[in-house]
């Protein structure tokens, strides 16, 4: 049953990430999430009692934050695809 409800939670953050992406654009940045990292989203955004609800925290906490840190260093800037995947479990990101 776990399965079945991971992989609607990943679903119902493609279309969180789709507001991200909405706001990025207006930077002119694009961006390219894995499904590995939209797996570990899922995982991170899941909870038996609440459903999605923890979701969004997950997304600010794993991409939205760390990726706002990385864009005032001058890690991206405007035309960059930012390809956001995820590997031993951690969320990176990279220009593509």
């Known amino acids: 049953m776990r399965a079945i409800d991971e992989k609607h939670i990943a679903s119902i953050a493609r279309i ?3 507001y991200l ?3 990025l654009a207006r930077l002119e940045m694009h961006l ?3 499904d590995a990292a939209l797996a570990q989203l899922a995982g991170a955004g899941f ?3 609440f459903g999605a609800r923890p979701l969004k925290r997950a997304i600010q906490e794993h991409i ?3 990726l706002a840190k990385r864009i005032l260093e001058g890690q991206f800037a ?3 695809t930012i390809k956001v995947d995820c590997t ?3 969320i990176g990101f990279t220009k593509a």
């Open 16 to 18: 969180q990430l789709a």
């Open 21 to 23: 992406e909405k706001r």
């Open 32 to 34: 390219d999430v894995s």
């Open 47 to 49: 909870d038996p009692v």
């Open 64 to 66: 939205e934050n760390p």
């Open 78 to 80: 405007a035309k960059d």
């Open 88 to 90: 031993d479990g951690k």
